[in-house]
Every structure is written in structure tokens, then in C-alpha cells.
């Protein structure tokens, strides 16, 4: 039994019976995962809104068609591993999409938290540790909401895995620490990463901070190679959109989004602008989850990096901090929202506390789990 007992096989388990209670609560009717809006899928522009998930459902019912379903359709098809994925998986039955969406994020999140296990263990710490990420809120709720976020970072999770093994093997050091060879780094982790930012565009976010890394060691050749290996595929795929659809699907967000600011946090002071109670409610739950660990992760890893202590999980949590402060309002006055972006901070938050062994680091990570809260009552979630 206790060899059987992992997180992964904990998030497993916690996933299904969330997907079960799930389809239960609705009838068994696996479009409550979508969260379908009929101001999409009936062309009603007073209908109800609907969520993201609705779109991963369009496409995976019909990938040559499900744009004529989308508010922004260039931005839903750049994500378009995951409904593809599902519609395969269908076997291109329409009625079979809304099932595989379902199972594939199920296992995705099972599968991510497993690679973290792995990356804890591999250091020297608890791999119980890897419950942060698998029970995390804003992973959590791509299960229930049928949304990228699972397939996306379970992806990133096993390309660090695989370059953490290959970097090892390289150095005759299986189990202690992560340098990076001389040569380009091999097909694994540049193809895992690939997959990663077609599923979703945010994983790339993870990949910067390894050619971060790379660079300040002047490992030019592993930089192109990472960088051409991660980075062609998804602009190919960015110039088929454009041919096809008008636009390349890089932008802020969906309809009614707004657009990244120039100055940190200046998207979460503009909620003040509207309604200062709406603020101060939002504040008291972003600061402790996203805006504080942001501010102390920049802080501790450029830090560490000024003081020569350079490897990759540092750079990965300094670029996925410094990017959080300059999203868009429209994404700081949602808390699900910021949950969901601040996904790899929390994977990197997990690896840094492992490589520089600060147990502390690793406990408070144990408090991101209070995000579970965003998806205790149905009635709140987005629609």
C-alpha cells in the first residue's frame, strides 16, 4: 500500500471524485465542465457569457469550424493542443469531446504532479511537497472548467524533468543538483516544451527563464538550440493563424480584455478606480496569494543571482515573478484568473525552495492550497 501511497496518486484520486461529484451535481451532463454561454454557441449577444473552457469545447467538437463559436478566435486556437487532443481522443465524435476534455485534464494534473514529485525527490526533499502543486487552485479549477492549465504546465513540469535527468547524466551527477553540458540540449525538453506553449502561450513564460540561464553561463549553442526548438513551432503555428484567421493569436486575453500594463501592479490598482470596497476585498486576497510571493521571489532570486549563486530554477522563478506584476486588470480584478497565471510561480517557488534547501520555502508554498476556496461555491464560479 505505501508504495502505491504518492501525491500523484493523491491528486489522481481528489481529481476524480471532484469530476465525479461534478457530473453528479449536474445530471452526468459533461458540459458543465464548459461552462457554455449561450452568447456564443446560440449567436445571442444578450445571452449568458459562458467561460473559457466553452471554447476548448467549440474546437474539440470541431477543429475546422469551432472558430465561428469564439470571441477572440486567433487567441482560443493558439491553445489548441489540448481541444485537438480531445478531439482525437473522440475520435472526432462531437458528443464524445465534452468526455475527453474531462479526461484529459484529469490525467494531465495526475501526470504534473507526478514530474514535480520527481523533481522534489530528486533534490532531497519531501515529495509530499508536490501536493502544492496538485491540489492547486488554479490548476485545480482546469479540471472543473475544462481549461488549458493542466495539459499546459504538466508539460513544462516534464520538459524540467527531462532536462533536470539529461543535464545529470551529462555531469555523472544523478541526484545532485543541475548544471547544463556544453552541447545543445537534446530533442526531449525543447519538444515537451513546445507542446507546453501550444497548449498554452504562458508556459513560454518557464522557457525564458532557462535561456536565462543559459545566457549568463554563455551557453550560446544550448540558447539557439532552446530557443529555435521551443520558439519555431509555436511562431509557425502563430503564421498559419494569421493566414487563416485574420491575426496572430498573441494578445492580452478574450473579449473584453484589457491590455498588459507598463508599470508594476498597475492592473490591480485600477480596480480602485472603479469601486475602492471592490479593492480593498480583492487586495486582502491577492496580496498574501500572488502580489507578496511575486515581490519576495524577484527579490530573492535576483538576489541570489547578483551574489553568483546561478542555476536554472532561479532564473525560471525570477522571470514567472517578474511577469505578474504587469498583467492586465481585466485579469487582476478575477482572483480565478490570477490563480490560474500564477501557476508557474507556484511550481517555481517549489523548485527554488528544493535546490537552495530552505524548508520554510517549501512550507509556506503549503499555502497556496487555500485557492482550493475559489472553487467551494458553484454559484461563484465565472459564467
Not at 65 to 80: E, N
Not at 197 to 214: C, D, I, R, S, Y
Not at 268 to 297: D, G, H, K, Y
Request: hydrophobic share 50%; charged share 15%.
Amino acid at each position: 500500500m505505501n508504495r502505491w501511497l504518492r501525491p500523484w496518486v493523491v491528486v489522481l484520486l481528489a481529481a476524480l471524485i471532484y469530476a465525479g461529484v461534478t457530473l453528479v451535481r449536474y445530471g452526468y451532463d459533461p458540459l458543465a465542465f464548459a461552462m457554455v454561454g449561450t452568447r456564443y454557441s446560440q449567436g445571442d449577444p444578450q445571452g449568458s457569457q459562458g467561460y473559457d473552457g466553452q471554447f476548448a469545447y467549440y474546437i474539440a467538437r470541431d477543429p475546422a469550424q469551432g472558430w465561428q463559436y469564439c470571441d477572440v478566435p486567433a487567441y482560443r486556437y493558439q491553445r489548441i493542443l489540448y481541444p485537438l487532443l480531445a478531439w482525437a481522443l473522440a475520435l472526432g465524435q462531437p458528443e464524445w469531446a465534452g468526455w475527453t476534455l474531462i479526461a484529459i485534464n484529469v490525467a494531465a494534473l495526475a501526470g504534473g504532479t507526478y514530474f514535480t514529485e520527481r523533481l522534489l525527490a530528486a533534490e532531497g526533499a519531501n515529495r509530499w511537497y508536490a501536493l502544492t502543486y496538485g491540489l492547486y487552485g488554479g490548476l485545480m479549477a482546469g479540471v472543473r472548467l475544462d481549461l488549458t492549465e493542466p495539459l499546459a504546465y504538466g508539460l513544462v513540469q516534464a520538459g524540467l524533468w527531462v532536462w533536470r535527468t539529461q543535464e545529470c547524466k551529462k555531469q555523472g551527477a544523478d541526484n545532485k543538483g543541475l548544471t547544463v553540458g556544453h552541447r545543445v540540449l537534446a530533442f526531449g525538453p525543447a519538444a515537451l516544451f513546445a507542446l507546453a506553449a501550444l497548449a498554452k502561450e504562458t508556459a513560454l513564460v518557464a522557457v525564458a527563464g532557462l535561456l536565462l540561464h543559459l545566457a549568463l553561463k554563455r551557453r550560446w549553442r544550448e540558447a539557439v538550440g532552446l530557443g529555435l526548438g521551443v520558439g519555431l513551432p509555436f511562431a509557425l503555428w502563430q503564421g498559419t493563424l494569421w493566414a487563416w484567421l485574420g491575426r496572430p493569436g498573441i494578445g492580452a486575453g478574450g473579449a473584453m480584455a484589457t491590455p498588459f500594463e507598463w508599470l508594476p501592479f498597475a492592473g490591480a490598482f485600477r480596480i480602485a478606480t472603479v469601486s475602492w470596497s471592490v479593492f480593498w476585498l480583492l487586495l486582502a486576497i491577492e496580496w498574501p496569494l500572488f502580489v507578496w510571493p511575486s515581490i519576495w521571489a524577484v527579490v530573492v532570486s535576483a538576489r541570489d543571482l547578483m551574489r553568483g549563486k546561478r542555476h536554472p530554477w532561479m532564473t525560471v522563478l525570477l522571470i514567472q515573478a517578474a511577469t505578474l506584476p504587469f498583467l492586465p486588470f481585466s485579469t487582476w480584478r478575477e482572483p480565478l484568473a490570477m490563480a490560474r497565471l500564477a501557476a508557474g510561480l507556484v511550481s517555481a517557488t517549489l523548485l527554488y525552495g528544493t535546490q537552495r534547501r530552505r524548508r520554510h520555502v517549501l512550507t509556506f508554498s503549503l499555502f497556496w492550497l487555500v485557492t482550493l476556496a475559489l472553487l467551494v461555491n458553484e454559484s461563484a464560479l465565472p459564467t
